[in-house]
């Protein structure tokens, strides 16, 4: 945990959110400000700040991460039209909040590239 991160904050019950999917591992959320129909944050409860700082000790982590978000996306019934993951990583790559989280976005056709 961190003491000045929000999604700690959130997973800690300081700051409320809406829950999708939760369990000793993950944590899944609506996003705050939503960029689609469906846009839904996967965080592990694990404090990493950026993917960039995870190691090998995170590769199980990661993967069940992926294949949690999986396991959301049919449940909103999102592959039948298709969706995208995000991970945004750094300054530039468009990361705000620092603890690794998984944007679950669709519902409408998805531009690309990104802006
Ligand atoms: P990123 O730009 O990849 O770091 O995405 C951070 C996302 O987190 C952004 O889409 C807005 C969302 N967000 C930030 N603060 C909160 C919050 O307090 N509650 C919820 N539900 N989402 C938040």
């Known amino acids: 945990m961190s003491s000045d991160c929000i999604f700690c904050k959130i997973l800690q019950g300081e700051i409320p959110s809406t829950e999708v999917y939760s369990d000793e591992t993950f944590y899944a959320f609506r996003d705050i400000n939503p960029g689609a129909p469906t846009h839904i ?23 069940q991460m992926l294949l949690r978000a999986n396991a959301i996306a049919r449940e909103e019934g999102l592959p039948e039209n298709g969706f995208r993951y995000v991970l945004n990583c750094g300054e530039w790559g468009g990361q705000t909040v620092f603890h690794i989280h998984l944007h679950i976005l669709g519902g409408r056709p998805l531009g690309w590239p990104p802006g």
């Open 41 to 63: 944050l996967v965080i592990p409860r694990e404090h990493i700040p950026a993917i960039t700082d995870a190691g090998e000790e995170h590769a199980e982590l990661l993967g």
